[in-house]
């Protein structure tokens, strides 16, 4: 690492966003799972609830308002106290690119 970046990692240390509560953590808090990144609190729930699908969309480039609405979801479980995380994989359906977007419930 060189001086200058060690200087600005010090002066704006990076920061990602917790997969379950939204909230920003320095990337050194975080711990990732999978594709998650996951704050020290909500890790541990993440091994110890069970996860429960609560809604899985699909969206596309025809559709992307879709993604939106997933995550107005999630802050609305947030809001609820209900902890959950939302899980992206991508397919090829006949030349086009489809997110599948699934969003989990810990409890
Ligand atoms: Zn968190």
């Not at 594709?35 to 541990?44: F, G, I, K, Q, R």
Request: aromatic content about 10%; overall charge neutral; charged content about 25%.
């Amino acid at each position: 690492m060189s001086i200058f970046t060690k200087i600005k990692s010090f002066i704006f240390p990076t920061r990602s966003v917790c997969s379950v509560c939204l909230k920003s953590f320095k990337d050194k808090d975080l711990r990732a799972h999978d594709t998650l990144a996951l704050c020290p609190s909500d890790y541990n729930d993440f091994q110890a609830l069970n996860h429960i699908l609560y809604k899985s969309i699909e969206t596309s480039v025809d559709h992307p308002e879709r993604g939106v609405g997933i995550y107005q979801l999630q802050k609305e479980l947030i809001s609820q106290g209900v902890k959950s995380y939302i899980l992206s994989s991508y397919k090829e359906v006949e030349g086009d690119i489809v997110t599948e977007m699934k969003l989990f419930c810990l409890k």
